[in-house]
C-alpha cells in the first residue's frame, strides 16, 4: 500500500459487499482495504494482459488481413466451424 492514503466512503451492492466481508471473514485477507486493493491490481493485471495481446497477436492479425482479405472468413464460414467443433465434441 501506498504510504499516503486518502479516505473514501463507497456504497457497493449488497453481493459485492458480502464478497468482501466473507473473504476477510477467510483470513485470506485482513482488512476490506486488502480485499479492494487487490482486486484493483488485479484488474490491472488483466488490463495490461489485454492491452498486450491487442498489441502483439490482434495487431498482426489485422495487418495481415489488411494486406490479404482473401484470407478471412465470413461469419457464414465461422459459425459453421464452431457448429463443426461442437458436433465434434459431442460425439
Do not use: F, N
Not at 488483466?46 to 482473401?70: F, H
Request: net charge negative; glycine share 6%.
Amino acid at each position: 500500500m501506498a504510504a499516503t492514503s486518502h479516505q473514501m466512503s463507497i456504497t457497493l451492492p449488497d453481493d459485492v459487499a458480502a464478497q468482501v466481508r466473507a473473504r476477510v471473514a477467510s483470513g485470506k485477507y485482513a482488512s476490506e482495504i486488502d480485499v479492494i486493493c487487490d482486486g484493483l491490481l488485479a484488474l490491472e493485471d488483466r488490463e495490461m494482459t489485454v492491452e498486450q495481446w491487442l498489441r502483439t497477436e490482434v495487431a498482426d492479425i489485422y495487418d495481415e488481413m489488411k494486406a490479404d482479405p482473401g484470407r478471412g472468413l465470413t461469419v457464414e464460414q465461422v459459425k459453421a466451424s464452431l457448429a463443426e467443433d461442437r458436433r465434434r465434441r459431442a460425439g
